[in-house]
T-cell receptor, first 112, second 117 residues
Framework: DVKVTQSSRYLVKRTGEKVFLECVQD?????MFWYRQDPGLGLRLIYFSYDVKMKEKGDIPEGYSVSREKKERFSLILESASTNQTSMYLC???????????FGNGTRLTVT | AQKITQTQPGMFVQEKEAVTLDCTYDTSDPSYGLFWYKQPSSGEMIFLIYQGSYDQQNATEGRYSLNFQKARKSANLVISASQLGDSAMYFC??????????????FGKGTKLSVKP
């Protein structure tokens, strides 16, 4: 079975802190994605990556950056956390564009 | 533009009965994948079933089946013999190569299914 692991299930951070969300997949997938999910707004794409060291902006990249130094790992970085970044963050990975994406368990981030 | 529409914000079903969750989609791409995901209250997004745009047969996975009507652009999920553990949000999603997006998933707004004992 495909396994996508997010490092933290729950996270509480203070405004202004630098926050790292880690995601690791074990299926040698080329494509990896970071989404955030908010009530009433659905899932929105933050960043995606289609290869090591490659990254592309999604729909809402402001306030975020990403890193993909190894194929299996895709990190989301909140440079200076703000309260409006309180959300559920979901990492996903997949092969070719018409195959399923597999998600991690999600990280509920609270910024106070 | 690609779009997924789920018109049922909430649904109730009696335990052991079948239920159909509606999904319509819009795309001009000839090659795409259609998916259903389940999200329980714990938050994880669980992949249920997949239908490719060129697949001739409707997809089935255990109690889940996908009623794919390409001409109508619909991809309804049928859950047979509902169980209490099926209570969750269900999302219909589509994936294709939209302008080099490497297959970003386009999600519908979801349907909240509640199974009554």
């Amino acid at each position: 079975d495909v396994k996508v692991t997010q490092s933290s299930r729950y996270l509480v951070k203070r405004t202004g802190e630098k926050v790292f969300l880690e995601c690791v997949q074990d299926m040698d997938h080329e494509n990896m994605f970071w989404y955030r999910q908010d009530p009433g707004l659905g899932l929105r794409l933050i960043y995606f990556s289609y290869d090591v060291k490659m990254k592309e902006k999604g729909d809402i990249p402001e306030g975020y950056s990403v890193s993909r130094e190894k194929k299996e790992r895709f990190s989301l970085i909140l440079e200076s956390a703000s309260t409006n970044q309180t959300s559920m963050y979901l990492c996903a990975s997949g092969h070719r564009v018409t195959s399923p994406l597999h998600f991690g368990n999600g990280t509920r981030l609270t910024v106070t | 533009a690609q779009k997924i529409t789920q018109t049922q914000p909430g649904m109730f079903v009696q335990e052991k009965e079948a239920v159909t969750l509606d999904c319509t989609y819009d795309t001009s791409d000839p090659s795409y994948g259609l998916f259903w995901y389940k999200q329980p209250s714990s938050g994880e997004m669980i992949f249920l079933i997949y239908q490719g745009s060129y697949d001739q047969q409707n997809a089935t996975e255990g109690r889940y089946s996908l009623n794919f009507q390409k001409a109508r652009k619909s991809a309804n999920l049928v859950i047979s013999a509902s169980q209490l553990g099926d209570s969750a949000m269900y999302f219909c999603a589509m994936r294709g190569n939209y302008g080099g997006s490497q297959g970003n998933l386009i999600f519908g707004k979801g349907t909240k299914l509640s199974v009554k004992p």
